[in-house]
């Protein structure tokens, strides 16, 4: 009924076209290849009509003939046409249908083109994962649902692409049945890192998407090595122990493999069971001291691995202890360097506390002082450091060590003229007791020297040289010295008595030189002292009256018979001295002599009256 109604309002509009050509159909926007399009329409003519009529599609500037009908209709009489169009082919875009009316003369009668709609290959899906994190070795799930774009479900193929930084690691297909597919895989043999997934989806019709990173996930290859020691801490031959486990990165304890444990340039292989494993070694007791390291490496047939590092303690134990010198033997002034060894169990130095001291020959401490084993002792010698065997002795951590320093003796005058005095120190460390030769113009005079380290003595040149200028030589050295001899005749005779009775030599030197000379001097002192006082006695015997010599005389008689001393007759010369000359020197001197004895008897206060009372014998009268 309404058919006919819309018919005949268009006859009415129309009533001079001679044929006309009316689409009822309503169109989706968008169609898939595959997909039926109904067309359907009437055709009314204003006179008799035969000839053909054709269902063309139009794409673009392309077009594809679907459909052709025969009809033959009377005037003013309509016909109807519908047709369920498949949508096939390559066309796709923004499309029409054409109806194309021709007579039977392919002449054109009428044409007429519907709305536009789309063809598209587009489809339409949505995808799980079953894990966003996975790691080699794990099995990988999505699950795909695929529809048209009237909501239909497909049948078709999916194409799996896994990728990471635009490299396809997996490629893979998978069977879409009823719209719906599961993907299994197992991810192993590719590298660690984040990727993504592109699905491209086909159907039976030739409609295809490409799902571009429709799903992404991180793939890990790490796997986490857990250790713990039975102890933080050892000392050399203790046992160790160590225990752990291995899981994922994701979380599970791997399976049954293998750890390598790399330990003191060794490798052991152990097994990890259940992600359980264990270890157990017997250090060595010269292991070094201080921290050493356990690496731990593990690694399945998967592709995954993992390392580990842990570290110990090995507690030192002093073993030895030494002292090392910087030479062999030393000199007074010398600095002795001494360097300090203390060894661990491992013939490595410590550094600890060490107590240092040095004795001389004496064992006098010279040296004593706290160091650090690892710091020098710096010691210097002094001046006269004594020769013979100095000794270090060292102590730390219980262990001690002695050695000794051997400090050599060396023999070293100095000389200097000051004045008419030769002046000889001792810049040695050893008693020097020997001759010195002093060489005046060829003339040399060998002069005994008795010298303590750091000793000095003077020896009066006028005594050993005529006066005049002198080239002297002594111990290398030379002088030019003007001598000119102060003593007067008297002084000169007591300097060559005490030359022969050794007493030069005991007010030269200080000390005498040896218990012969004590004897010597004490008897020749008895003898001289001998000499003078029978003199003196005789002398004093002259002055007193007649009876008393006789007295005395026969009282000497009566004790003792004394032989008859011939008077003896001396014929000295001395240059052009006569026989008075002679009683008067001798008189001098025993004038002299007599006052220094006299004032050796004396008290302090008596000597500095200067008076001579009685003579040097009045103890006589």
């Not at 679907?66 to 169009?85: G, H, Q, R």
């Not at 339409?124 to 774009?149: A, R, V, Y």
């Not at 660690?192 to 290859?221: K, M, R, W």
């Not at 000095?456 to 006028?462: F, K, P, V």
Request: glycine share 6%.
């Amino acid at each position: 009924m309404k058919r006919g109604i819309l018919l005949l309002i268009i006859l009415l509009l129309v009533p001079f076209v001679s044929a006309t050509i009316y689409t009822d159909s309503q169109f989706n926007s968008k169609y898939n290849l595959g997909d039926y399009v109904l067309l359907s329409g009437n055709l009314i003519e204003s006179q008799d009509t035969q000839g053909l009529l054709n269902i063309l599609l139009s794409c673009g500037n392309e077009t594809q003939q679907l459909a052709v009908k025969s009809i033959n209709i009377k005037t003013e009489e309509s016909a109807s046409f519908s047709y369920k169009l498949p949508i096939t082919g390559n066309l796709i875009g923004d499309c029409k249908f054409l109806i194309v009316l021709k007579d039977i003369n392919n002449n054109l009668i009428e044409q007429s083109e519907t709305s536009s709609f789309e063809i598209t290959k587009e489809l339409t899906g949505n995808f799980d994962i079953s894990s966003n994190e996975f790691q080699l070795g794990d099995k990988l799930t999505i699950n795909g649902n695929i529809k048209n774009l009237n909501s239909k479900n497909i049948n078709g193929a999916a194409i799996i692409y896994i990728k990471k930084d635009g490299i396809n690691y997996v490629v893979d297909t998978v069977d879409i049945q009823g719209g719906s597919f599961i993907y299994n895989t197992k991810l192993s043999s590719i590298p660690a890192g984040s990727y993504t997934i592109d699905i491209n989806v086909i159907d039976s019709n030739g409609n295809t998407n490409l799902f571009e990173n429709s799903l992404s996930f991180d793939l890990y290859d790490e796997l986490i090595i857990s250790a713990k020691l039975d102890k933080d801490s050892y000392k050399p031959g203790d046992v160790l122990t160590l225990t752990g486990n291995v899981h994922k990165k994701t979380g599970p304890n791997v399976p049954n493999t293998k750890i390598e444990i790399q330990f003191e340039n060794e490798i052991y292989n152990n097994d990890v069971k259940e992600g359980q494993y264990s270890f157990t070694s017997v250090l060595s007791k010269t292991i070094k001291s201080y921290y050493h390291n356990i690496t731990l490496i593990v690694s399945d047939s998967d592709g995954n691995k993992g390392t580990n590092e842990i570290n110990f303690e090995i507690i030192p134990i002093p073993t030895k202890l030494e002292a090392v010198f910087d030479k062999e033997g030393y000199i007074p002034e010398d600095n002795i360097n001494i360097k300090i060894n203390l060894y661990d169990q491992a013939n490595d130095i410590l550094s600890r506390n060490a107590h240092v001291k040095i004795t001389d020959v004496d064992n006098k401490v010279v040296y004593e002082q706290d160091k650090l084993t690892t710091e020098s002792v710096d010691y210097q010698l002094p001046q006269f450091a004594i020769p013979g065997d100095w000794k270090l002795d060292v102590e730390s951590e219980g262990l001690k060590a002695s050695t000794k320093i051997s400090v050599e003796s060396i023999e070293i005058l100095s000389v200097n003229v000051v004045g008419q005095s030769l002046v000889i120190k001792n810049m040695g460390n050893d008693l020097f007791n020997d001759k010195v030769d002093i060489d005046s113009d060829g003339i040399i005079k060998s002069e005994s020297v008795r010298l303590k380290p750091g000793e000095e003595t003077s020896i009066e040149l006028y005594k050993l040289f005529d006066d005049g200028t002198h080239t002297i030589n002594v111990l290398g050295k030379s002088f030019v010295v003007s001598i000119v001899d102060p003593r007067n005749i008297v002084d000169k005779g007591i300097d060559g008595l005490g030359s022969i009775t050794g007493y030069y030599a005991v007010k030269k030197y200080g000390t005498p030189v040896g218990i012969g000379y004590l004897i010597l001097i004490t008897a020749v002192l008895i003898v001289i002292l001998t000499i003078i006082t029978q003199i003196a006695f005789k002398f004093n015997m002259k002055k007193k009256p007649d009876h008393v010599k006789r007295k005395f005389d026969n009282f000497m008689d009566s004790k003792v018979k004394m032989p008859v001393k011939q008077e003896k007759k001396y014929d000295f010369k001395f240059g052009r001295a006569d026989e008075h000359d002679l009683k008067d020197f001798r008189k001098r001197m025993m004038d002299k002599i007599d006052a220094e004895r006299r004032n050796s008897f004396k008290l302090p206060d008596e000597k500095k009256d200067g008076k001579n009372n009685g003579g040097p014998f009045s103890m006589f009268g």
